[in-house]
């Protein structure tokens, strides 16, 4: 049986399409890292401020090129993909690439579709899984044997929400022993699942028994923890990991020097003119260059806000534009628990400087900036992240980029160029600013009930049960409604009413009427009566016609 040659050397190694959305040509952090000399602060609009930057990677699987070579024929079409690449997924296509070499490989009972979501998923495009390619992966990843791919489905199923049964079908059809141990740990004996579907009878004996044990008060089994990712994979040379990859410090590691040349531009520069019985040295340290490895290496490190310094330093040196997509990802994601500054420090040190912008709009308070300006740190930024923080000062302070409000100091509405606050319980919009422990002001009066009516009350209140309103019951809040312009409101949700308008509404459905215009009538014409009395002069009947009459 042939091998895979350590020493094939192919004619040329290119880079691959890495296209950053900000640019149409092939962006690197070295590339995209302009000296502070050469950088003029370009004169901002706010209203022009700049979002929504990120790393597009795309990879062309139906053309071949320097490094993708060995086409897959599925259903007729042809997908081109590295041989090199795929062995380290895939002992099954390992072995196929071996004993046929310099011929397509025929991929039968599979869809072409599904074959490119895998690649997609495996590259360094880093597509993400989702509930839908889930489904697609599983079954391709269980026959391939690739277990790097589903560490990477389980963890998907653990952290996303499926339907219970359906999670059991997939841990038992496709060996996911960890994420059965946890279902089983979460199954209590109370516990009412469908045993009716397809998913139950497509379990196997093992999996029934399981669930009715558990069902039945056994205890639950104990729960599995994630495998481990170490480095001893890459302390021997083997016909797959055969070049030496050195740090500026620390010992030599054995890599498949064409699958790294796939997630690092400096390592094809560096492959171009090598020779594999020589030691490649990286420009990083040898922390980054093992959280570089562990990460691009099946099954791929999951990156997160403990691991993700080192793994974008090393994404940085190396110009691996696939793992400076997934971490950018992560740092620009509002669920990361990583403070705003940490992930502007993490930016600025990789001269990620085009997703500045984008980091600090999650910064929606002015004065929050000037706590990001007073941390030990700040002066380890560069120029480029200060302007940038300067900038969003600007823009909040300019345009807060709220919902039009009535201005609690000018009494106007959307013309405040103060900060502005909303609670977020009754929406209510307000330039006071009182801290935790302080008590609020009784801003609202009771109006006279003889004379001109109602006394006139403070704008932007809330009382008792109303939000907003505007006039004798104004801007926040009155007895009667949620929002009232007049005596008792324009639009109220009370005693009197949903929606009114004059002394006691247009429209109210409540205590007394479903459909009302003056004192307690629908028509101004009488005194209508509820149910199909009769008033004083005219009838109202709730199951036919009005008739008024005297």
């Given amino acids: 049986m042939q091998q895979l040659s350590p020493y094939h050397r192919r004619p040329q190694l290119q880079h691959q399409h890495a296209i950053v ?26 209203e022009e401020y700049r979002t929504n930057l990120s790393i597009d990677i795309t990879i062309d699987f139906t053309r071949p090129d320097a490094q993708r070579t060995r086409p897959l024929l599925i259903d007729g079409k042809r997908l081109y993909v590295d041989e090199h690449y795929i062995s380290v997924w895939s002992p099954i296509l390992r072995s196929w690439c071996i004993e046929c070499p310099d011929r397509e490989l025929i991929l039968a009972n599979v869809q072409y579709d599904h074959v490119l979501e895998l690649l997609l998923a495996i590259h360094p495009t880093y597509k993400d899984i989702d509930d839908q390619t889930v489904h697609i992966l599983l079954p391709l990843a269980f026959d391939y044997q690739m277990e790097g791919l589903l560490h990477r489905c389980e963890c998907f199923l653990i952290s996303h929400k499926l339907p219970f049964l359906e999670k059991i079908w997939l841990a038992d059809r496709y060996q996911l022993n960890r994420l059965m141990a946890l279902l089983l740990r979460e199954l209590k ?61 620390g010992r030599a590691y054995y890599v498949n020097p064409y699958y790294v040349a796939a997630w690092s531009t400096i390592f094809q520069e560096r492959m171009i003119n090598m020779n594999f ?8 340290s040898h922390d980054e260059l093992k959280a570089f490895l562990m990460a691009i290496y099946p099954p791929q490190l999951r990156i997160s806000e403990t691991n993700i310094a080192p793994i974008l330093m090393a994404a940085c040196r190396m110009e691996s534009q696939g793992l400076l997509k997934k971490c950018s990802q992560i740092l620009l994601s509002p669920q990361t628990q990583l403070s705003v500054f940490v992930r502007l420090s993490l930016l600025d040190r990789c001269k990620l400087y085009d997703m500045l912008d984008q980091c600090l709009t999650m ?35 300019v345009r807060p980029g709220m919902q039009p409000h009535v ?15 909303m609670c977020p319980q009754c929406k209510t919009y307000s330039s006071d600013y009182k801290p ?39 801007a926040a809040g009155s007895q009667y409604g949620q929002t009232a312009t007049g005596q008792y409101g324009q639009t109220t949700t009370g005693q009197y009413g949903q929606t009114t308008t004059g002394q006691y509404g247009q429209t109210a459905s409540g205590q007394y009427g479903q459909s009302t215009t003056g004192p307690y009538g629908q028509t101004t014409g009488g005194t209508a009566t509820i149910g199909g009395t009769t008033g004083t002069y005219g009838t109202t009947s709730t199951r036919g016609s009005i008739s008024m009459h005297r």
């Fill in 277 to 284: 019985t020589e030691e490649i040295y990286c420009p990083c």
């Fill in 21 to 46: 959305s900000t640019s149409s040509q092939p962006v690197s952090p070295r590339r995209m890292a302009t000296s502070l000399d050469e950088y003029t602060t370009p004169r901002r609009i706010v």
């Fill in 436 to 474: 935790t422990g302080t008590q609020p002001t009784q801003q609202t009066q009771v109006g006279t009930a003889s004379g001109a009516g109602p006394g006139s009350l403070t704008s932007s209140t809330t009382s008792q049960y109303g939000q907003t309103t505007t006039g004798q019951y104004p």
């Fill in 407 to 421: 201005c609690f100091r000018c009494k106007h509405t959307s013309k405040c160029t103060e900060v502005t606050w």
């Fill in 189 to 249: 004996p109370t516990h009412k699942l469908d045993l009716t579907g397809s998913r139950y009878y497509g379990l196997s004996d093992r999996a029934k028994v399981l669930l009715l044990e558990r069902m039945h008060g056994s205890p639950p089994p104990d729960e599995l923890p994630e495998p481990p990712v170490d480095m001893e994979y890459f302390l021997n040379s083997s016909d797959l990991n055969f070049a030496i990859v050195r740090a500026k410090t």
């Fill in 363 to 397: 910064v929606h308070r002015p004065e929050h900036l000037i706590e990001m300006a007073q941390q030990q740190t700040y002066d380890c930024l560069s120029v480029r992240a200060k302007s940038a923080m300067m900038d969003r000062f600007t823009a909040l302070v």
